[in-house]
C-alpha cells in the first residue's frame, strides 16, 4: 500500500516449492532511488525464508556454481534430502512457538483474573 513502492511480481516458492526443495518467497519490486537527479525507480528482489531455508541456499548456490549447473547426481539428492529436514525443522520450529505463545497467553490471562478483586471477598 506505499505509494512509492510498485510490486512488479511475486514467486511463491512456499506453496509451490522448487523441486530441489527450496522454499522461499520473492517478491521484485520497483523503489525510488534517491539521486542528485532526482529520484530513479529501482529493481529490487526481496527474498524473505528462513535462517535454516538462508543456509541451505546458500550451500546450493555454492555447489551450482562450483560445478556450473551441472552438480553430481549424489549431491542434488543429498541437497533435496536437506531441503526436506529443514523444511520438517522448520515446521516444528513454528508448532513449538505456536505453544510457547499460547501458553504465555493463557499465563497472561491467569495472572490478569488473579489481579481482579473479588466483589464477595469485599462484603
Not at 528482489?45 to 535462517?51: G, L, N, S, V
Not at 562450483?66 to 525443522?89: I, S, T, W
Not at 504465555?104 to 490478569?112: D, F, G, I, K, N
Request: glycine share 4%.
Amino acid at each position: 500500500k506505499q505509494s512509492d513502492v510498485t510490486v512488479l511480481y511475486v514467486k511463491d516458492y512456499i506453496k509451490y516449492p522448487k523441486p530441489n526443495g527450496y522454499k522461499s518467497y520473492h517478491m521484485v519490486i520497483t523503489i525510488p532511488i534517491y539521486l542528485t537527479d532526482g529520484p530513479v525507480d529501482t529493481k529490487v528482489e526481496i527474498q524473505i525464508r528462513t535462517i535454516a531455508m538462508d543456509f541451505w541456499a546458500s550451500l546450493e548456490h555454492k555447489i551450482y556454481y562450483k560445478f556450473e549447473g551441472n552438480a553430481p547426481a549424489y549431491l542434488q539428492q543429498e541437497l533435496k534430502a536437506c531441503a526436506d529436514v529443514v523444511n520438517m525443522l522448520d515446521g516444528k520450529m513454528f508448532s513449538l512457538n505456536q505453544a510457547i505463545l499460547e501458553l504465555s497467553e493463557a499465563q497472561q490471562r491467569e495472572t490478569a483474573g488473579e489481579d481482579m478483586i473479588d466483589e464477595d471477598e469485599l462484603t
